[in-house]
C-alpha cells in the first residue's frame, strides 16, 4: 500500500448546472480525481449545514459545494443563501479548529464542464496538501485499495 | 415500600438542584411517594450507602451535570447500574451546557484560565496533580478529562429533560406522571423520548409578531435605543435562537424582551442545533454580495458560541473529536 494520501472529498452539486456540469465533464472525458463524491441536490440551497458537519464528522477530508452563477439560480436566489451559509460555516470552522480552506465553493454552469473539473482536481490537490482531517477515533471514510486495480493508459 | 428516588450532580452549576425544589409543594408529593435515597444537595448520604444497595434498586434517578472527570463518570455509571430509570435531567447531562463550551479549548488552556488567570492570585503557579505522595501514602483527586462529555455518551440513558434549568412547571408534570404511573393510571413513554418539554421551536410559543426577515446587520441587544416590543427580535438584528431551539418553556425570554439562547437545546429532528441556526442566521441576512455578507456575519463576534452555546458537546464536529 503507497503511503501517499488519498483525501475523501464529498462535492453537492445543484440539480440544474453543476450536476450537469459533472455530467458534461463524464460525456466530454474530461477527467477529474476520483477523490470526489458528488452528492446531487436540487439547489445550493437546500444545502442544510448539517450536510457539512455531517460529512466532515464522518470522514470526508474536504466539502465541496456547487451552485449555479449568481443571478442564474433555478429558484431565483438561492444560491445566496448558499453563499451566505458557506461564509458562516467557514467563520465556526475556524472556531472548531477546522482549517476553513477544507470547505470550498464553486459555481459552475451546466456548460462549464471543464471549470468544474479543473476546480475539483485543484481542490484535491488542495486537501491532499492539508492532510487528513484527523479526527480521534474516526477510521477513514473508504478503505484504500491494497493496489490499484484499474487504471487508464 | 415506597420506590426509591435519587438525584445527582456532575459538572453542573447546581441551579438543577434549585428547579426542582422550586416545584413548591410538589415536592412534597416526592416525599410522599419516594423514598429519597441520595441527593447530595438535599440530604446526607454517601456513595456507599449507593453502593450497598443492590442493582437496578432505585427506581428514578434524575442526573444533571456533564461528565468532565473520573469521579462523575464513575458516579454515572454506578448510577446507571443501581437506577432502573435514569434522566438526563438538564441541559448539561442533555447536551454539556456551558460547562460543556471548554471543549473548544484544550485542557492546558483551561487549567491556565482557572489557575493563572487575572482572577487567580497563584504565584507558585501550583496545578492540581491527579496523583501525589505523601509520607502518609499517595493521594489521588479525580482524573481531569480532555472533553466534557454529555450523559448519554457515556452510559446509557432512559429519558431526556431539557432545559438550563428545566421549567419547574414542566418538572411538576413530569413528577405527576411518573407518580401515576406508580398508581396504575399511565404508561411510561417510549424509552429515549424527551420529557417536560414540548417538540417544535421556541419561535411556536412566542407571541411576537413575524413578517419576512431581512437583515443589514446583527445587533446585541444592548445596543439597540429601543426594542419593538411586539416584533420578532431576530427581525430586529438580535440574534435569536428561537428558530432551532425546543419549546416547552413558554419563550420567556422573548416574551421578556430578550433573545432565546437556546437553553432547552435541538428542536426535534434537529440533527445538529448549531448547524440549524447557521441556515436560519444566514438566511435572513440581506445581502447578496460576499463583502457586505463578510461585514454583516462581523456582527456575530463568536458565532460558535451563539450557536452552541448550550449543546457544543453534542455537536457533530466534537461529538467525532472525542478524545477519551
Same mark, same amino acid.
Request: aromatic fraction near 0%; avoid cysteine.
Given at each position: 500500500m503507497t503511503n501517499t494520501f488519498e483525501p475523501v472529498i464529498i462535492g453537492f452539486t445543484c440539480n440544474w448546472c453543476s450536476y450537469r456540469a459533472a455530467d458534461l465533464a463524464g460525456t466530454a472525458r474530461v477527467k477529474y480525481p476520483p477523490n470526489i463524491r458528488l452528492i446531487r441536490l436540487m439547489c445550493s440551497g437546500r444545502l442544510d449545514p448539517t450536510f457539512v458537519f455531517k460529512a466532515l464528522s464522518s470522514g470526508a477530508d474536504g466539502v465541496l459545494i456547487t451552485g449555479c452563477h449568481p443571478g442564474e439560480c433555478h429558484y431565483l436566489e438561492q444560491n445566496y443563501k448558499a453563499l451566505r451559509r458557506y461564509l458562516m460555516l467557514r467563520r465556526v470552522l475556524v472556531q472548531m479548529g477546522i482549517e476553513p480552506e477544507r470547505i470550498r465553493l464553486v459555481w459552475a454552469s451546466a456548460a462549464e464542464g471543464v471549470k468544474l473539473a479543473q476546480e475539483i482536481a485543484s481542490f484535491t490537490e488542495e486537501i491532499r496538501a492539508l492532510g487528513p482531517l484527523n479526527w480521534n477515533g474516526i477510521e477513514p471514510a473508504v478503505a484504500q485499495p491494497e493496489k490499484e486495480v484499474a487504471y487508464e493508459t | 415500600m415506597k420506590p426509591k428516588f435519587a438525584m445527582y450532580w456532575a459538572a453542573s452549576c447546581g441551579g438543577c438542584e434549585i428547579a426542582v425544589l422550586n416545584i413548591h409543594e410538589k415536592i412534597l408529593d416526592v416525599d410522599a411517594n419516594f423514598e429519597v435515597v441520595f441527593w447530595p444537595v438535599a440530604m446526607d448520604a454517601k456513595i456507599k450507602d449507593v453502593e450497598a444497595l443492590p442493582d437496578g434498586d432505585i427506581l428514578l434517578t434524575l442526573f444533571n451535570g456533564g461528565i468532565r472527570n473520573a469521579e462523575n463518570e464513575h458516579m454515572a455509571h454506578l448510577l446507571r447500574r443501581k437506577s432502573k430509570i435514569l434522566v438526563a435531567f438538564g441541559s448539561c447531562a442533555n447536551e454539556g451546557c456551558i460547562p460543556g463550551l471548554a471543549n473548544l479549548s484544550s485542557q492546558e488552556e483551561i487549567f491556565d484560565a482557572v489557575y493563572?488567570?487575572?482572577?487567580t492570585n497563584n504565584p507558585l503557579r501550583v496545578r492540581p496533580q491527579f496523583n501525589w505522595q505523601i509520607p502518609e501514602g499517595e493521594l489521588h483527586i479525580p482524573e481531569f478529562y480532555p472533553v466534557l462529555r454529555t450523559l448519554d455518551q457515556v452510559v446509557n440513558v432512559d429519558y431526556y429533560i431539557p432545559g438550563c434549568p428545566p421549567e419547574s412547571h414542566q418538572i411538576a408534570a413530569v413528577i405527576d406522571h411518573v407518580i401515576q404511573v406508580l398508581q396504575g393510571k399511565a404508561e411510561l413513554p417510549p424509552p429515549g423520548s424527551v420529557l417536560g418539554a414540548n417538540g417544535t421551536t421556541v419561535c411556536d410559543e412566542c407571541t411576537r409578531r413575524r413578517n419576512v426577515k431581512m437583515i443589514k446587520k446583527f445587533r446585541r441587544i444592548? =445596543? *439597540? +435605543? =429601543?426594542?419593538? +416590543?411586539? *416584533?420578532c427580535l431576530l427581525e430586529q438584528g438580535i440574534p435569536c435562537n428561537g428558530p432551532a431551539t425546543r419549546n416547552g418553556c413558554g419563550a420567556l425570554c422573548p416574551k421578556a424582551g430578550a433573545q432565546c439562547i437556546g437553553c432547552y437545546g435541538p428542536a426535534a429532528g434537529v440533527v445538529d442545533y448549531g448547524a440549524r441556526l447557521i441556515a436560519a442566521f444566514a438566511s435572513v441576512i440581506d445581502s447578496n454580495d460576499p463583502q457586505e455578507i463578510d461585514r454583516i456575519l462581523d456582527g456575530l463576534p463568536d458565532p460558535a458560541g451563539q450557536i452552541y452555546r448550550f449543546n457544543l458537546a453534542k455537536s457533530l464536529l466534537r461529538k467525532a473529536r472525542k478524545e477519551v
Open positions: - | 493563572a488567570g487575572v482572577s444592548q =445596543e *439597540l +435605543p =429601543e426594542i419593538d +416590543p411586539t *416584533l
